[in-house]
């Protein structure tokens, strides 16, 4: 009889050791997709061309295009182009994150200004830090000036009719109550934007419709 109550006894600690450790082992697991790392989502890094619809304003349609790719330090430059006018910015692969380190207006597609006086200067923004996980806050800007919290990691979001996974949404409320919103895809970058400018919910929207790459007339 007490061998049989010791058998009990220790399958019982047995159960609830291998209970533990596969609890433990679901959190590490779920802890692992509420972070991550965004290097994978930086800005117009991963494809030669990008084509965003736009709706709500005739700026709003834009195209990102990958002028140069990174060097050995981890500048590169994308341009940005929209209805009349074309802005080229350089940023920079980090330890601490994706920073901006000079941007162009009015400049023309292809022009390199990864090594231009204002891209080697001290004064940059960051873009993102290296890791962001859902309630992080943090700030863009030159003067840190925009502040974003993320709001959630999506485990699927549909855009354009293409499906996207671990999409990083980030947001910032405006001083008269705007919200900006943006969705990021890993190895992708931004997929979608809202920019939702009063009560009713009208916006403004972008969202990503054609990448690859770069079309041929």
């Not at 959630?152 to 855009?159: F, K, R, T």
Request: proline letters at 4%; aromatic letters at 14%.
């Amino acid at each position: 009889m007490e061998n049989n109550a010791l058998k009990r006894i220790l399958a019982s600690i047995l159960f609830a050791a291998v209970l533990f450790a596969g609890f433990r082992s679901a959190v590490t697991a779920e802890e692992a997709t509420e972070s991550v790392d965004t290097s994978n989502y930086a800005p117009g890094l991963f494809y030669p061309y990008y084509d965003h619809i736009g709706v709500g304003m005739e700026f709003a349609p834009f195209t990102l295009t990958l002028d140069h790719e990174p060097d050995e330090d981890g500048i590169y430059q994308v341009s940005h182009a929209t209805a009349g006018n074309t802005v080229s910015y350089v940023y920079q692969l980090t330890e601490d994150g994706v920073i901006e380190l000079a941007y162009y207006p009015n400049s023309y597609e292809g022009e390199d200004f990864r090594y231009h006086e204002d891209s080697l200067d001290e004064q940059v923004a960051a873009f993102f830090p290296a890791e962001l996980a859902v309630g992080d806050t943090f700030t863009r800007g030159y003067r840190d000036e925009q502040e974003y919290t993320v709001t959630d990691i999506l485990a699927e979001h549909e855009v354009e009719g293409e499906m996207y996974h671990d999409v990083l949404v980030i947001e910032s409320v405006m001083p008269e109550g705007e919200v900006q919103r943006y969705y990021y895809a890993p190895e992708i970058g931004e997929i979608a934007s809202e920019y939702i400018f009063d009560d009713e919910g009208n916006a403004i929207t972008t969202a990503l419709s054609e990448y690859g790459e770069v079309p041929t007339e």
